[in-house]
C-alpha cells in the first residue's frame, strides 16, 4: 500500500470517506514482543486525535506498575487539567496472571477475567470509548475462560466506530477471522538469546 493507498476498492456501496473511518477490530498476536507496545503506539495516536480510551489488562499482575500505565495516567491528568487530548481510563483484572503464577486460584483468575470482559461488554454497548487496548486478552480466550464465540459476536456486533485492539499469543482463528487488521510478530533475534534479561525503559 504504497502512500496509504488501497490496493484494490470493494465494491460495497460505501463512500470512500464512510469506508475510511470504519471502525476496526485490530489483533497482535505472535511470539514476539511489541504485540503490546504497538497498541500503544496506536493509543497514543488515538489520545493526541480526541479518542477515549480504554485500557483492559487482563494478565498481568495488578500490582505490576507497568512504564505504559504510568504514561497514559499522566496523560489523563494532562487532559483533565488542560483539556488536550482525551481522557484515559486504566483497568486491570484483579490480581491477574503472567507467565508466572501469581497468589489465588485458577478460578479466581478465570472470574476475574470474566467479569473483565462484561465490563467490556457494557462500555461498548454505552459506547463509552473509542478505543479499546485488549492487553493480553488471547490468554483468558485461549484458556477457555471467556467464550470465543462470544467475543466476536460482540466485536462484530459493536455499535458506533469504537475500534478494538487485542493483544497476546495465540490468537484463536475465529478471532483472527473476525479482524480488520492482524499482525504477527515473528522473531527473528532477541537479546535474551543471547543471556540477557529484560531491562527497565525496554521491557518496562
Keep these: 500500500m504504497p502512500q496509504g493507498q488501497p490496493t484494490t476498492v470493494p465494491d460495497d456501496g460505501l463512500t470512500t470517506r464512510q469506508r475510511r473511518n470504519r471502525a476496526l477490530l485490530v489483533v497482535h498476536t505472535g511470539e514476539m514482543k511489541g504485540k503490546s507496545t504497538a497498541a500503544f503506539g496506536l493509543a497514543l495516536r488515538a489520545w493526541n486525535q480526541g479518542w477515549p480510551i480504554g485500557v483492559f489488562q487482563f494478565v498481568k499482575s495488578a500490582k505490576w506498575k507497568v512504564g505504559e500505565e504510568a504514561a497514559f495516567r499522566a496523560l489523563g491528568r494532562v487532559h483533565e487539567e488542560t483539556g488536550e487530548g482525551a ?118
Design 87 to 204: 481522557p484515559v481510563a486504566w483497568h486491570k483484572m484483579g490480581e491477574g496472571w503472567s507467565w508466572i503464577q501469581r497468589a489465588g486460584s485458577d478460578q479466581d483468575h478465570a472470574a476475574d477475567a470474566r467479569e473483565g470482559w462484561e465490563q467490556v461488554k457494557r462500555d461498548l454497548a454505552a459506547e463509552t470509548y473509542k478505543l479499546y487496548v485488549l492487553d493480553e486478552f488471547t490468554y483468558p480466550m485461549k484458556w477457555g475462560w471467556v467464550d470465543v464465540e462470544d467475543v466476536v459476536a460482540a466485536l462484530r456486533d459493536r455499535p458506533g466506530t469504537q475500534h478494538v485492539v487485542i493483544t497476546g499469543r495465540d490468537a484463536d482463528p475465529r478471532l483472527v477471522e473476525a479482524a480488520d487488521l492482524v499482525v504477527e510478530m515473528t522473531k527473528v533475534k532477541h537479546p535474551m538469546d543471547a543471556g540477557q534479561k529484560g531491562q527497565r525503559g525496554i521491557e518496562w
